[in-house]
């Protein structure tokens, strides 16, 4: 049995409700998503933004580790 085929406009519904909006505002970043009236004071910019810079090297080292591990079979 094949899964029902979901609409386009439901995807793009669902994919809008998982964004996150970051906005900086009096030296502090905030997240906000655009569904909801939900906005976050996450902290300074510079810590922000290092943390953010440490995830997505993180990432990116994930990402390269995974292409180069083997596939058994």
Wanted: hydrophobic share 45%; aromatic share 6%; proline share 5%.
């Amino acid at each position: 049995m094949t899964a029902p085929a979901i609409s386009t406009a439901t995807n793009q519904t669902a994919e809008r409700e998982l964004e996150v909006i970051f906005s900086l505002r009096e030296g502090y970043v905030w997240a906000s998503w655009p569904t909801t009236v939900l906005c976050m004071r996450i902290g300074p910019h510079d810590v922000v933004a290092a943390m953010m810079e440490d995830f997505l090297a993180q990432d990116a080292l994930g990402e390269r580790l995974m292409r180069e591990v083997p596939k058994s079979g």
